[in-house]
């Protein structure tokens, strides 16, 4: 069955760092574009970082310079550096991957994980 475990979430104190890792089942082929995303009770789904199977990255204005995301195909995992962070970065952090990159950010395309709560707090 393929899917997508997300872990690493939890709370920490502004300015503080987290890394959530998405591991992706063998079903799921390597070469599916990846990204991560986050949602906030009552706001609409938002994009936080994208990374292609060949590298190529694109990130929200909101996180661009603190957040980092990086794939090992071979392990079939995507990671997301989370630093500097912000209450406003408080939301459930979901993983997706979809063959196409176009397809990322669709609930209704592709693998979404569980989602893990980020809680930046003091």
């Known amino acids: 069955q393929a899917q997508l475990v997300e872990s690493g979430g939890g709370l920490v104190l502004p300015g503080g760092s987290l890394r959530l890792t998405c591991a992706a089942s063998?079903?799921?082929?390597?070469?599916?574009?990846m990204g991560w995303f986050r949602q906030v009770p009552g706001k609409q789904l938002e994009v936080v970082a994208t990374?292609?199977?060949?590298?190529?990255?694109n990130y929200a204005d909101s996180v661009k310079g603190r957040f980092t995301i990086s794939r090992d195909n071979i392990k079939k995992t995507v990671v997301l550096q989370m630093n500097s962070l912000k209450p406003e970065d408080t939301a459930v952090y979901y993983c997706?991957?979809?063959?196409?990159?176009?397809?990322?950010?669709?609930?209704?395309?592709?693998?979404w994980g569980q989602g893990t709560q980020v809680t930046v707090s003091s």
């Open positions: 990374i292609l199977a060949g590298g190529s990255t």
């Open positions: 063998e079903s799921i082929p390597s070469f599916y574009a």
């Open positions: 997706n991957a979809d063959r196409w990159a176009a397809g990322l950010g669709n609930r209704a395309s592709g693998y």
